[in-house]
């Protein structure tokens, strides 16, 4: 699912729906921490994972996003994965 960054905080309340997992992309750094922080507070604090990537790395590494979308977390119950 696609949500535009305007609706994002209104559609993770209305649907309280468990998205897994959460990808929050785009060139914008900031804009990409201010929604990353944003959605961390609607989840349990202690139990969401922050994982960061490169657009350079995942050109260079293709399955690196697949495998860590595909893994497990043996600490946090949810997973968000930031790419810039």
Do not use: A, C, H, W
């Not at 535009?4 to 921490?33: A, C, H, M």
């Amino acid at each position: 699912m696609l949500i535009k960054e305007n609706q994002i905080l209104q559609k993770f309340k209305d649907q309280k729906t468990n998205y897994s997992p959460i990808l929050i992309y785009g060139p914008n750094e900031g804009l990409v921490r201010e929604n990353f922080l944003k959605i961390k507070k609607i989840f349990n604090q202690n139990s969401t994972e922050e994982v960061n990537f490169s657009g350079k790395l995942i050109n260079e590494q293709p399955g690196i996003l697949i495998d860590e979308i595909q893994t497990v977390s043996m600490f946090n119950e949810q997973k968000i994965i930031i790419t810039i």
